[in-house]
């Protein structure tokens, strides 16, 4: 009897350091955050990176038998100007960099399920690779080119913002240096695509609370400014008290943890 218990014990104990539902709900913005969907290539260190796309079909699944309402960047920006309320349960799905398994993968469930979703693409690597990386650790994958990105947003189901130039760590860059990967990015992104960037997501989240940085991406031109923290950002936003949180989305992470996400901020630890 008493080690039943103590299995029971310790069984709930293992489960509450996984999954932080013990956690106080938070209100705020949620905005989820993934990069690649697909399986991760041999040799890949940011395997966590990588969601399947049967997982991520039960995410988007689970957003909309929920109630929750997807937004775009365009769609934030008129409530953010405007001042009028967001519905009660809203999301964005983002995801980061502008990955070719954007289009192949997860295009077609958002499609297919009525949902929208918006991409941070790194404006020199369309076409190209991951070239940020070090294939050692991170093998380079295709990212979408122009041509798949357009039809993605003329279907009505993704809209973009800037994620640079090329992908740097904006505080290893000098100040213009930096500038430039936030101010050119826009302006090239915006011929394009033919639309406002609204958005604007720092790399490895480098330079978001570097005030002087965080000064230039705001003077580009962007309403909105997304870091690499984890958690939920209260809403109307501050825009002077800082970037907009993430709630990044892991490869492990099943539908308890998007639960978790999205009413405490985290899932885990
Ligand atoms: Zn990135």
């Known amino acids: 009897m008493a080690s039943s218990i103590a299995v029971l014990v310790l069984a709930v104990l293992a489960f509450s350091a996984r999954w932080a539902w013990w956690r ?7 905005v989820l955050c993934y990069h690649k ?31 929750y309402t997807t937004l775009f960047f365009s769609d934030l920006k008129k409530a953010f100007d405007s001042g009028a309320e967001l519905p009660a349960k809203s999301v964005l799905i983002t995801f980061d960099d502008g990955y070719e398994n954007n289009y192949t993968l997860a295009w077609p469930i958002l499609k297919e399920l009525g949902a929208k979703g918006n991409i ?49 760590h904006l505080s290893a860059l000098k100040l213009e240096d ?22 604007f997501a ?3 989240g480098d330079g978001a609370y570097a005030p002087a940085i965080r000064a230039r991406a705001l003077a580009a031109g962007y309403t909105f400014d997304f870091s690499f923290l984890q958690g939920k950002t209260l809403w109307p936003w501050d825009r002077a008290g800082g970037p907009i949180d993430r709630l990044f989305i892991r490869r492990g992470d099943n539908n308890l943890d998007l639960a978790l996400h999205l009413s405490r901020g985290a899932s885990r630890l």
């Open 37 to 67: 969907i697909g399986v991760p290539p041999a040799g890949s260190k940011l395997k966590d990176l990588w969601v399947s796309p049967e997982r991520f079909r039960a995410h988007v699944k689970y957003l909309l038998d929920h109630g």
């Open 120 to 168: 941070f693409v790194v404006y020199n690597t369309i076409a190209k690779a991951n070239l940020w990386h070090n294939p050692a650790s991170e093998p380079w994958v295709n990212m979408a080119t122009l041509a798949q990105l357009k039809e993605m947003q003329e279907s009505g189901v993704m809209e973009y913002g800037s994620h640079t130039m090329n992908h740097p």
């Open 202 to 204: 720092y790399p490895y």
């Open 178 to 199: 930096a500038a430039w990967e936030m101010e050119e990015s826009k302006r090239q992104l915006e011929a394009a695509f033919g639309s406002e960037m609204c958005a």
């Open 24 to 30: 106080g709900k938070k209100p705020g913005l949620c």
